[in-house]
């Protein structure tokens, strides 16, 4: 195996990580809570290192990137609403870091999946988010909103349409 298919192996064992995190939060213990939080936290860094490693594997193999990739990252997605829709206060840090920082997510997965794609995973997402002014959801969700209003997600008009018709 060449250097290029270990990273490529690297990169998918993160995301399929950070995917086990989501859904593994609500059978955990609260011990776990504070590394789980971190690695939302680290969500800027990991999918920097995961998309770059699959531009570079795309590369090396003079192939287009790899369609399981788009399937994995919808997986993601999922798991990420599912953890979002937990009414649980305790997961309430967890969730509020991963809202935080979420934009710094897609901002690395627009470069190598489709707008649209990317947009109907992010319109989902937020759409399932419950914004009520007492809840202390509110604040995170706010500062993920604006995040994706600055976004070149928001800035392609296919995908500002999409957005602004769901409503959030």
Do not use: W
Not at 114 to 119: Q, S
Request: aromatic residues 12%; glycine residues 4%; charged residues 20%.
């Amino acid at each position: 195996m060449t250097p290029p298919f270990h990273v490529f192996s690297y990169s998918r064992g993160l995301l399929s990580t950070v995917q086990h995190y989501a859904e593994v939060v609500r059978r955990a213990g609260k011990d776990v809570f504070p590394q789980i939080q971190k690695c939302f936290e680290s969500l800027e860094f990991i999918f920097k290192f995961i998309v770059q490693s699959l531009i570079l594997f795309a590369r090396a193999t003079y192939g287009e990137i790899r369609a399981s990739f788009s399937n994995n990252v919808s997986s993601l997605f999922g798991a990420l609403n599912a953890l979002l829709l937990d009414p649980q206060t305790d997961f309430r840090r967890i969730q509020g870091a991963l809202l935080r920082n979420l934009s710094k997510m897609y901002k690395e997965l627009i470069r190598v999946m489709p707008a649209v794609e990317l947009t109907r995973l992010v319109v989902e997402l937020f759409t399932n988010i419950p914004l009520k002014s007492e809840d202390v959801y509110s604040p995170p969700k706010l500062v993920a909103l604006h995040d994706l209003v600055k976004s070149s997600l928001f800035s392609d008009k296919g995908n500002l349409t999409s957005l602004i018709l769901t409503g959030f």
